[in-house]
């Protein structure tokens, strides 16, 4: 087969579309470009190369678009790190409480240790996982890329 054979430029061009269409669905999960490669090379066999042939592409077709795509990767990292923390203080929080409860409630009678157990707070955790599914939420829209 010719390079210029028109079967094989079409083909050619439909495997670029495919993949480009590929990425542009990855990016709007947010993505980052490591992501792209591993996640198209395991699920639909994209060699890496052509994956970051096609990356650069759009980020030079877009250079504003991914300007704010990176900010929004970068804030949706801290966002994820401050969750994590704050879960984190909620559970050490809850630890503390319940040892402080069962230390002040700490009852014996004869050889028999009696603790009262106390019900789980859940509004925390209620509450941390609204405000995770609010910010989250919020950042997740359409994201436009010029095709060409």
Not at 17 to 32: A, D, F, G, P, T
Not at 58 to 82: A, C, D, W
Request: with cysteine; aromatic share 6%; glycine share 4%.
């Amino acid at each position: 087969m010719a390079v210029s054979d028109p079967e094989r430029i079409s083909s050619d061009i439909i495997l670029i579309k495919r993949v480009q269409h590929m990425i542009e669905s990855c990016l709007q999960r947010y993505m980052n470009k490591e992501e792209v490669v591993k996640e198209l090379k395991e699920k639909a066999l994209i060699e890496p190369w052509l994956v970051d042939l096609l990356w650069r592409g759009l980020e030079k077709e877009n250079p504003e678009f991914f300007s704010g795509y990176h900010v929004r990767l970068m804030l949706i990292k801290q966002i994820t790190m401050f969750n994590q923390l704050l879960e984190r203080q909620c559970y050490l929080m809850e630890q503390s409480h319940q040892e402080e409860h069962q230390d002040n409630n700490h009852h014996t009678t004869g050889s028999q240790v009696v603790h009262e157990v106390m019900p789980p707070r859940s509004s925390q955790y209620n509450l941390m996982n609204s405000l995770d599914g609010f910010i989250i939420h919020g950042l997740q829209q359409s994201l436009p890329l010029a095709s060409k």
